[in-house]
């Protein structure tokens, strides 16, 4: 299932251990994929890496492991729009489960209700992991799409690195549906928490446009756990909207090559950047059931 263009990345590990911290009830991952088994869902062959199978009851069995109740399945870049695995993973649990999807920007009507019903609730649009036109932002075809999914309550999910789009707030605040960011926004630490960018994302989220999810310290920094570079960019966003934030585990951890990450370490930092327990269960609980209709 693999070729010299396309590198295998490493399997998630499981938990060898219980979380110390104790997560409330109603807790969401609001970001994990699923993977395979490529018999059934093959991978697209215009992937950038080639992930090991990471199956709908591996996820559910990290969620009882992590204590957590709820969780969000993304379509990830190597199924392109072929959303066939995501929806089996949510009709396995639909109570426990939801998805964002990806979709052509010509979707049919009756796609998106078909959806919906299954459970999805945002469709993503990933501008990094491509071969071609990475970076480069569709506005037009995103705000043709826009009013398509805002009947359903949808938002738009962006993999994107905001610190590449300095007007970010000018160009998405006024597409009419929410917004989220995965990975802090996704700015290099190297670029520092003050750029124009990042600034903007600040913006969107006080205006009440932007979610942002407090996941995968580690993909864009070197440094290792408890990546305390990554903290400024925590500290800005929840200073600015702590309403607006999301956590998720980033499970299975695709495109990793090195340096697995632990996922009970992962969810032990939620502490360090959100110190303030009433706001770590607003993360948690309260605001992914906003977004994601539980």
Same mark, same amino acid.
């Given at each position: 299932?693999?070729?010299?263009?396309?590198?295998?990345?490493?399997?998630?590990?499981?938990?060898?251990?219980?979380?110390?911290?104790?997560?409330?009830?109603?807790? @969401?991952? @609001?970001?994990? $994929?699923?993977?395979?088994?490529?018999?059934?869902?093959?991978?697209?062959?215009?992937?950038?890496?080639?992930?090991?199978?990471?199956?709908?009851?591996?996820?559910?069995?990290? %969620?009882?492991? %992590?204590?957590?109740?709820?969780?969000?399945?993304?379509?990830?870049?190597?199924?392109?729009?072929?959303?066939?695995?995501?929806? /089996?993973? #949510?009709?396995?649990?639909?109570?426990?489960?939801?998805?964002?999807?990806?979709?052509?920007?010509?979707?049919?009507? &009756?796609?998106? +209700?078909?959806?919906?019903?299954?459970?999805?609730?945002?469709?993503? @649009?990933?501008?990094?992991?491509?071969?071609?036109?990475?970076?480069? #932002?569709?506005?037009?075809?995103?705000?043709?799409? /826009?009013?398509?999914?805002?009947?359903?309550?949808? $938002?738009?999910? !962006?993999?994107?690195?905001? =610190?590449?789009?300095? =007007?970010?707030?000018?160009?998405?605040?006024?597409?009419?549906?929410?917004?989220?960011?995965? $990975? !802090?926004?996704?700015?290099?630490?190297?670029?520092? /928490?003050?750029?124009?960018?990042? &600034?903007?994302?600040?913006? *969107?989220?006080?205006?009440?446009?932007?979610?942002?999810?407090?996941?995968?310290?580690?993909?864009?920094?070197?440094?290792?756990?408890?990546?305390?570079?990554?903290?400024?960019?925590?500290?800005? *966003?929840?200073?600015?909207?702590?309403?607006?934030? %999301?956590?998720?585990?980033?499970?299975?951890?695709?495109?990793?090559?090195?340096?697995?990450?632990?996922?009970?370490?992962? %969810?032990?930092?939620?502490?360090?950047?959100?110190?303030? /327990?009433?706001?770590?269960?607003?993360?948690?609980? +309260?605001?992914?059931?906003? !977004?994601?209709?539980?």
């Amino acid at each position: 299932m693999n070729d010299m263009t396309t590198p295998d990345c490493l399997a998630p590990i499981p938990p060898a251990r219980r979380p110390a911290l104790e997560v409330p009830p109603g807790a @969401c991952d @609001c970001h994990a $994929h699923v993977c395979g088994p490529v018999d059934r869902f093959p991978y697209i062959a215009e992937r950038v890496y080639t992930p090991p199978a990471a199956l709908p009851a591996d996820y559910r069995r990290l %969620l009882d492991a %992590l204590g957590i109740e709820r969780g969000v399945i993304v379509q990830p870049s190597f199924y392109g729009t072929d959303n066939r695995a995501l929806l /089996a993973a #949510l009709a396995q649990d639909p109570a426990r489960l939801r998805g964002v999807a990806v979709v052509p920007f010509d979707v049919a009507a &009756d796609e998106l +209700e078909r959806l919906h019903a299954a459970g999805v609730r945002g469709v993503r @649009c990933n501008i990094v992991d491509l071969r071609e036109r990475k970076g480069e #932002l569709p506005l037009e075809p995103l705000r043709s799409l /826009a009013p398509r999914i805002r009947p359903f309550g949808w $938002h738009l999910e !962006l993999l994107m690195h905001v =610190n590449e789009f300095p =007007n970010l707030d000018t160009q998405l605040g006024s597409l009419g549906v929410p917004v989220s960011f995965g $990975h !802090l926004g996704y700015v290099p630490v190297a670029e520092g /928490a003050a750029t124009a960018g990042f &600034d903007a994302l600040l913006r *969107l989220m006080r205006d009440g446009v932007a979610w942002v999810k407090l996941t995968g310290p580690y993909r864009f920094t070197r440094s290792a756990m408890p990546y305390p570079d990554v903290q400024p960019f925590a500290d800005r *966003l929840v200073e600015a909207a702590p309403q607006r934030l %999301l956590w998720g585990s980033d499970w299975p951890h695709v495109g990793r090559k090195t340096g697995m990450p632990d996922d009970v370490d992962l %969810l032990e930092l939620l502490p360090r950047w959100v110190p303030d /327990a009433q706001v770590r269960r607003r993360i948690l609980v +309260e605001n992914p059931a906003q !977004l994601y209709d539980f």
